[in-house]
């Protein structure tokens, strides 16, 4: 007959929440990725003389501007903001630039869609001068390697004043 410790029981049930919280802190780019990226580049580095980083991973966050499929694959126009927890770029009025992401492949121009958040593993290809109003802008291309589009968050506001009783926001 096999004895049943509720109190390993309960260990082992506390270790696997554990377990499970760490795993959903991680970045969303893959530790390999991560561990080819020169940790003293940094994104105002990259976006202000590109040609010196040619052939560099580096990692990017940032929202969409403009999509466009393309024969080579799909371009991205991103704004650079800088990274916050787990990659996802802060929602700050902040950044060192614009950059273009090259996937090799089709991106439904539906779902990466403006303003949405992206965070960009990929190799520093050079640069690319394109117009940009009545200005001609400088463009670090990035050839993306990996890339992650941040769900997009839905805000729901009442007109009506709320009293809440309990824990967090608006619960």
């Known amino acids: 007959m096999v004895k049943i410790n509720k109190y390993s029981i309960f260990f082992k049930v506390i270790l696997l929440v554990l377990m499970m919280s760490i795993v959903s802190c991680a970045h969303v780019i893959s530790k390999h990725v991560r561990e080819q990226v020169r940790p003293d ?5 990259v976006l202000n003389n590109p040609e010196r980083y040619k052939g560099q991973l580096i990692i990017l ?3 969409i501007i403009e999509i ?3 024969k080579e694959g799909t371009l991205l126009k991103v704004l650079q903001r800088p990274e916050g ?3 996802k770029p802060k929602d700050v009025d902040e950044s060192v630039g614009r950059f273009l992401a090259i996937y090799n492949g ?3 121009a539906s779902v990466y869609s403006n303003g949405r958040s992206i965070t960009i593993a990929g190799e520093v290809q050079g640069k690319r001068i394109l ?3 009545e200005i001609q802008y400088t ?3 990035i050839n993306v390697k990996e890339i992650y589009l941040w769900p997009s968050e839905k ?3 009442s007109p009506y004043p709320s009293w809440h009783i309990g824990f967090g926001y608006f619960y």
């Open 155 to 157: 805000r729901y506001y």
């Open 61 to 63: 966050s940032g929202i």
């Open 106 to 108: 089709y991106l439904d």
């Open 131 to 133: 117009p940009l109003g």
């Open 85 to 87: 927890f787990r990659g």
């Open 139 to 141: 463009y670090p291309v």
């Open 68 to 70: 466009e499929n393309t």
């Open 41 to 45: 580049t940094t994104p105002a580095m």
